[in-house]
């Protein structure tokens, strides 16, 4: 059996949350049938990645960008005068591409195809004779619909690609007003073009159980299965010594609702607690920490922009908290499940916690009370008693629900092997 993987970027190395579940999903593939061939066709976010592939995937076919003037064909034609194709679809559509990605059908012979995102979903093969999976991630629409609502903590819309557009650009939509009519457009034909996906495609897959329940039935009943990312956790071991004074924050840092989350915690969440405990610090852990993100280290006394670390399993299990004061986003937070899974105790938000089946107050903290949040902290630092029930609480609950025996499952269902 053949599985192609067309990907917005390449799914290695392990450096981000995308990459992280892409690559589980391919070596879980391969760990039930280690005669499948995996192959990936992807848009290349950095060469020197390819000098990375794992073993697990047998090759990897270059696809290339459209050239400026497509781009602008695609723009002007698909997203304003049809309004077919939201702005990234358009962004990352070239014919070339497709004949390419056609030939390389016909060649290999797959049995399935994954699409990642719904940016590649126009790459669809004629008379392709396997079976298509699209695997949502989220749901788009509704993320940008609720990034809206805290436009005033992002810089700016365009996130981790920022640096992919020209300085002019990047200065053209710098306007809230801009940005918020840009979300608002894409958003609404985001909302349209998921549901026309879902019924283009055999089986459709999310991130969360939740959104992929919830989608199945707007678009009535289609096969939809929520995969969120697996762990392993050892219940019987006693979580070891960590810095009391010392709270957490990880992601990419220039990604909007983590960019959102860390500026909303320092300037609402966070002073109350250091009112409470002066001792306390907040490390922001990850890379291409942007300017408003650096500038944090000066405003408020306490908080340490660390930047990308070596290994930061090692620095999540350092620290008391866990805090995933997200404001706005969708699907299953994969940060906060492994967290849980390390033994740290998690504060987070109802945006944080969504899709994930927990007991407030006995797995983790949840509240979208910025008095309360902080006081969760507060007691999580203060007493060691409770840190470790917390901390015991919540390995169990990933035990339960992200196992990779359950992921191992899903997947054999997604390809007829069950």
Known sequence: MKVLFITNKLPFPDNDGRKNILMQYVRTIKKFDNNVEVLNAAFIDKE???EKKPNEISSVTKLDQPKIIEKLFNLLMYTFLL???PLQVSMYYSRKTHRKISNLVKEVK??????DMVRV???LVKGFSGQTIMNYDDLLSLRYSRQLEHIHYIPTILGGIASYFPMYIQKLISSKSLQKSILKFESRLLNKYEKQVGWSFDKLVFTSPKEAKEFSEIINDRACLGIPMAYDT???????KYQENQIVFVGKMDIPHNVAAVLYFCEKIWPIVKRANSSLEFHIIGKNPIKSVLELENKYEGVKVVGPVAD????????AVFVAPLVFGT???TKVIEALSYGVPVVTTSIGAEGIDFKNGHHMYVSDIEGEFANHIISLTKSEKLNESFSINGKELVHHEFSKQSMNNKWLTLLGKS
């Open 48 to 50: 020197e990645y390819l």
């Open 121 to 123: 979903a126009p790459y």
């Open 83 to 85: 309004r077919k194709w």
């Open 234 to 240: 050892d219940k019987t071991k006693i979580r070891s």
């Open 110 to 115: 797959p049995d399935f195809i994954v699409y």
């Open 312 to 319: 930061i399993e090692e620095s999540i299990k350092n620290s």
């Open 331 to 333: 699907g299953i937070k």
